[in-house]
């Protein structure tokens, strides 16, 4: 389990956020954060391409999800965690197999229970490649949700 305040020693935080296991499965890398937002980057590889060589949408929209998400995380509750309850994604131009593919999240509004994050997608180049946002539920690390989602 992540301390909630261990977003505040950035090396340390970028270390234990790169060892998560889907991360990994990825090469997805946490490059920053802070209370501006995260930034995670990619560098397209073969395992990343759809059947036509490109990178794989869903990669697109984790990265998009992750980098929302980890955004938020210098904004909660010593208690608390997220948890997302929708993600969208409109994919602007197709990434490559080579290509850097950079995050930049920021949280943009958030109530008692709710935080919503947006997160803008770049290659090397700086040219857009997607953009989207996430809503997330806010949780106790202590116990269940109190909240009903249907």
Not at 60 to 84: M, R
Request: aromatic residues 6%.
């Amino acid at each position: 389990m992540f301390d909630p305040l261990l977003w505040k020693k950035t090396e340390e935080a970028r270390a234990k956020v790169n060892k998560v296991p889907f991360y990994k499965t990825l090469s997805m890398e946490m490059i920053s954060i802070d209370k501006k937002g995260a930034v995670l980057e990619i560098k397209g590889a073969r395992k990343h391409r759809n059947p036509w060589g490109k990178v794989h949408g869903g990669v697109l929209a984790t990265i998009i999800d992750s980098s929302c998400g980890l955004s938020v995380w210098p904004h909660l509750k010593q208690n608390e965690f997220v948890t997302t309850v929708s993600l969208h994604v409109d994919y602007m131009s197709p990434a490559h197999p080579g290509d850097v593919i950079t995050a930049r999240g920021k949280l943009i509004q958030q109530s008692r229970t709710l935080a919503r994050a947006e997160a803008v997608i770049t290659n090397q180049d700086k040219k857009i490649i997607a953009k989207g946002y996430a809503t997330f539920v806010k949780t106790p690390l202590n116990g269940a949700n109190k909240l009903k989602i249907r």
